[in-house]
Structure formats: structure tokens, C-alpha cells
């Protein structure tokens, strides 16, 4: 994947983030960049999830190996459930 989707994918981030969950983790926020990212891959302390409309997600030939899909729509449920103690990374397109 080239340099310049990742860097969208991850600019994404902020926009996926459920607000109640923004405001309490606010200052834990961080930006990785795709090298990290790619570097991270495997660990297991990592989280990625997937946060394409369901139509991108079934249309594209890209997916981060280990990625969990999760609905944005539902970011309200499955956002607090999500563990604190693994490096959580959202993405999308």
C-alpha cells in the first residue's frame, strides 16, 4: 500500500472516534505513521480495527493483516468495550 493511502487511512482516525471516548482518552491520542504501523504488525499487544462502511470494506482488495472490521454506525457500543490495555489503531478510507 503506498505511503499516501496510509497516511489517509490514519488522518481518518480522528473523525471515527466516538466523542465520549475522544474526550476521556484525549490526551492518549496519538498519531502513528505507516512505517511504525507496518514495523507493529504481529505484536500482540496491538489492536487494529477496520473502520470502512461495510460496502468499502467488501469492495476492497486491501485489508491490513490482523485488522478487526468493526461498524462505524455502532462506534457507541463497541467503542467502550474495547480493551485498554493493547494499542488500539482505527482506520479507514
Do not use: F, H
Amino acid at each position: 500500500m503506498q505511503t499516501r493511502t496510509w497516511l489517509i487511512l490514519l488522518l481518518s482516525l480522528a473523525l471515527l472516534v466516538p466523542a465520549d471516548i475522544a474526550r476521556g482518552a484525549q490526551n492518549d491520542l496519538k498519531y502513528i505513521n505507516p512505517e511504525a504501523l507496518k514495523a507493529s504488525l504481529g505484536a500482540k499487544n496491538l489492536l487494529i480495527i477496520d473502520v470502512r462502511q461495510p460496502g468499502d470494506w467488501d469492495r476492497s482488495a486491501t485489508k491490513i493483516p490482523g485488522a478487526v472490521r468493526q461498524n462505524p454506525q455502532e462506534a457507541e457500543t463497541w467503542g467502550p468495550k474495547l480493551p485498554r490495555d493493547r494499542q488500539i489503531v482505527l482506520y479507514c478510507a
